[in-house]
């Protein structure tokens, strides 16, 4: 996590940082709940850090940074190819995905939610892109607890204000967590289509 988060070191360096932390993810989260305490509620923080001080747009980030996307994408450019040098922005939403996706969503979920609602209060703007940008990105991992009438009832008008901010790049993520959810939330976020689709 050192390196993952150390602005001095070349991002193919942190970027294998952040490879290990995914792939520890997928096949010892049980032992690092276990064995190395207070490390995911730590690991998910600077993820939120390292997009919320990368200058790149971080809606859609996720799947540039998927190379199952990233080769449909290669297809749809008849062959050509994907600038392959990666950022932090989709690092950093990768290693998310897959912590979300392996660990318990019972661990994972409360601590999405404190780090996004911590963030939308701020007046920074990169710091409610973060939020919104790692709340989309959770949107599968999360999706049973996320998913539930009373916490769309309470998340969505969060994205719904990210339509709205005066910042592009607020509204860019709020679009990509939008789209995360109504895949993910299904069939429930129907209901607040009549919200929605007007601001949309």
């Not at 297809?75 to 979300?100: P, R």
Request: contains cysteine.
């Amino acid at each position: 996590l050192s390196i993952l988060t150390n602005a001095q070191l070349e991002y193919n360096v942190r970027d294998s940082a952040a490879l290990v932390i995914a792939t520890l993810s997928e096949v010892h989260n049980r032992k690092i709940m276990k064995q190395v305490p207070g490390a995911v509620p730590q690991i998910i923080s600077s993820l939120y850090q390292l997009i919320e001080q990368s200058e790149e747009s971080a809606a859609g980030a996720l799947f540039e940074n998927n190379p199952l996307w990233a080769e449909e994408l290669e297809e749809e450019l008849d062959g050509g190819d994907l600038d392959s040098g990666g950022n932090l922005t989709s690092m950093a939403q990768g290693t998310l995905d897959m912590i979300c996706l392996h660990f318990p969503g019972k661990i994972i979920y409360p601590l999405i939610i404190q780090n996004t609602q911590v963030r939308l209060q701020n007046p920074n703007v990169d710091s409610r892109k973060s939020a919104l940008a790692c709340l989309g990105v959770a949107a599968e991992g999360t999706h049973e607890f996320l998913s539930t009438p009373a916490q769309l009832t309470m998340i969505l008008p969060w994205i719904l204000a990210g339509l709205a901010d005066n910042e592009v790049k607020v509204r860019e993520v709020a679009c990509f967590a939008l789209g995360q959810f109504a895949e993910h939330c299904q069939p429930n976020i129907l209901k607040y289509r009549e919200g929605i689709l007007p601001a949309l």
